[in-house]
């Protein structure tokens, strides 16, 4: 099991930049990909970011259009995503999870999931 906790949210001004945090525990986490999902109200989750348990090739959802980094640490049991050029349009929850097949891509299953942090984007 694989235990996972997201930290970094909060409010920013459009134009601005976040970086989220998500540290993992409980598993074997270099073996694990790593995907970064988000949720805004009234809408389906969605794909961000994903990478694999290498940290290779990354891979991101339509939306984010250059703006995200995905990176990871395996040394430090973490992964990351660095927001940049936020909207009001990326306000939603975000979750990191992990897929025990260590791809980290969208279409994956991914097993586990952490509790979710806020992100805020004012206009």
């Known amino acids: 099991q694989v235990q996972l906790v997201e930290s970094g949210g909060g409010l920013v001004q459009a134009g601005g930049s976040l970086r989220l945090s998500c540290a993992a525990s409980?598993?074997?986490?270099?073996?694990?990909?790593m995907g970064w999902f988000r949720q805004a109200p009234g809408k389906e989750r969605e794909f961000a970011a994903g990478l694999g348990w290498s940290g290779g090739r990354a891979n991101y959802g339509d939306f984010v259009k250059g703006r995200f980094i995905i990176s990871r640490d395996n040394a430090a049991n973490k992964v990351y995503l660095q927001m940049n050029s936020l909207e009001p349009e990326d306000t939603a929850v975000y979750y990191c999870a992990a897929d025990r097949y260590g791809l980290g891509s969208s279409n994956v299953l991914y097993e586990f999931w952490g509790q979710g942090i806020q992100v805020t984007v004012s206009s």
């Open positions: 409980g598993g074997t986490f270099s073996s694990y990909g």
